[in-house]
């Protein structure tokens, strides 16, 4: 596997509070994604932080990424309830692995209102 | 218009049956795949096309058929179904030069019995 962590994890957080997610990967990768998927929906890409980025911002996500270590963060700050959902992070290879997503797990977040 | 189609939304389907998945998108994109997800995995790449240029994973290289009669559709074709076909499948779609960046379909639900 891509990815170190095999089985879902699951976080259970009151609304309004922050939350980071980690992930962590064992080959080389140029790009991180990830990815959020809503109960009866498919993924949708969140964020992208390529390896030349440390950090990436995009509303109440922040992404990061250290590249020595090969891991990857997602912090959600304020979370709303809505914000329940499976996040994934995911790379893609290069060369002939182009095209070929590998996602992690992915990490179970239910948000209380 | 971001929208990746996916039918049926849900399949039950008998042992030893085949199945038949379909899934399309008016992105214009040259690049589609298919991923299955089973419950708390990571989605695993099945297969995608670049074009009509068919690229199987090694893995699941007999257990899967896909056609793609036109830029819009793609199918998943299963010869004959067994209970560890059970899972969710997703379709994804991208252009060629921006394969990280895959937009999904809700999934089809596969029941086998």
């Known amino acids: 596997s891509q990815w170190g962590e095999e089985n879902l994890q699951a976080l259970s957080i009151q609304e309004g509070e922050d939350v980071t997610m980690n992930c962590s990967y064992k080959?080389?990768?140029?790009?991180v994604q990830w990815y959020r998927q809503k109960s009866g929906k498919g993924p949708a890409q969140l964020i992208l932080?390529?390896?030349?980025?440390r950090e990436k911002r995009s509303g109440r996500l922040r992404a990061t990424l250290d590249t020595s270590s090969q891991s990857s963060s997602l912090s959600i700050t304020g979370t709303l309830a809505t914000d329940t959902a499976v996040y994934f992070c995911?790379?893609?290879?290069?060369?002939?692995?182009?095209?070929?997503?590998?996602f992690g797990a992915g990490t179970q977040l239910i948000v209380i209102p | 218009d971001t929208t990746v189609k996916q039918n049926p939304r849900y399949k039950l389907a008998r042992v030893g049956k085949p199945v038949n998945l379909i899934c399309s998108q008016t992105?214009?994109?040259?690049?589609m795949y298919w991923y299955q997800k089973k419950p708390n995995q990571a989605p695993k790449l099945l297969l995608f096309y670049y074009d009509k240029i068919l690229n199987r994973e090694a893995d699941t290289f007999e257990k899967f058929q896909s056609s793609r009669p036109n830029n819009s559709f793609c199918s998943l074709y299963i010869g004959s179904a067994g209970l560890e076909y059970s899972a969710m499948y997703l379709c994804?779609?991208?252009?060629?030069?921006?394969?990280?960046?895959?937009?999904f379909g809700p999934g089809t639900r596969l029941t086998v019995l």
């Open positions: 080959t080389y990768t140029t790009v």
């Open positions: 992105m214009n994109h040259d690049t």
């Open positions: 932080i390529r390896s030349n980025e």
């Open positions: 994804a779609s991208s252009r060629r030069d921006k394969t990280y960046e895959q937009y």
């Open positions: 995911a790379t893609e290879g290069r060369g002939s692995a182009l095209g070929r997503l590998h």
